[in-house]
């Protein structure tokens, strides 16, 4: 059985993408990253970007994603019950 992501499970992976590539990337690697595609990434990034978790910015002709400390705080959370979750079995 195929087990789909949760759109928590999505964020979190999208986030830590950002995280993982120094707090910066661009729209190609994220796409790559987080398994998602375009559409659906765009859907998620807007979100996030009125959420306050992610900034879009460019510099020139770049695109570019950086992570908050909304979005630190958000993966941080995530881990603690991801944690708790699976003390219990869940």
Not at 24 to 35: A, E, R
């Amino acid at each position: 059985m195929i087990l789909r992501r949760t759109k928590i499970e999505i964020i979190h992976d999208i986030l830590k993408a950002i995280q993982n590539k120094g707090g910066k990337i661009k729209p190609t690697h994220l796409l790559y990253k987080s398994n998602l595609s375009h559409n659906k990434m765009k859907e998620y990034l807007n979100e996030l970007i009125k959420k306050n978790m992610v900034e879009e910015k460019t510099d020139g002709k770049n695109k570019f994603y950086l992570i908050t400390e909304n979005g630190v705080r958000y993966i941080n959370e995530f881990k603690k019950i991801k944690e708790f979750s699976e003390t219990f079995g869940l």
